[in-house]
């Protein structure tokens, strides 16, 4: 089992910037990747990014392309995710997932995101 728990959401006026943060606990020596997915109200799940565990390489959708940058942590277990010139169309609830070699399988609690215009 992996637990994830997501911390750094809040309320941003546009175009400011925001870190969320991913930590992982238990088996997190079986993760292959983690991503980042979104969720807006009425809207189905976005997977927008994702990092390779251990050769870090990384993902984007063009959503985020350029303006989000996700990275992580090994000795840390912790996966981050850099928001910059945020939109609007950007709010939503960010869960974090794990990989572990099949599917994302494990999920954080998700955290609010606010974009005010």
């Known amino acids: 089992q992996v637990q994830l728990v997501e911390s750094g959401g809040g309320l941003v006026q546009a175009g400011g910037s925001l870190r969320l943060s991913c930590s992982a606990s238990?088996?997190?020596?079986?993760?292959?990747?983690m991503a980042w997915f979104r969720q807006a109200p009425g809207k189905e799940r976005e997977f927008f990014a994702s990092?390779?565990?251990?050769?870090?390489?990384?993902y984007y959708a063009d959503s985020v392309e350029g303006r989000f940058t996700i990275s992580r942590d090994n000795a840390k277990n912790t996966m981050y995710l850099q928001m910059n010139s945020l939109k609007p169309e950007d709010t939503a609830v960010y869960y974090c997932?794990?990989?572990?070699?099949?599917?994302?399988?494990?999920w954080g609690q998700g955290t609010q995101v606010t974009v005010s215009s």
């Open positions: 997932a794990a990989h572990t070699g099949i599917k994302y399988d494990y």
């Open positions: 238990g088996r997190t020596y079986g993760i292959y990747a």
């Open positions: 990092i390779n565990w251990s050769g870090g390489s990384t």
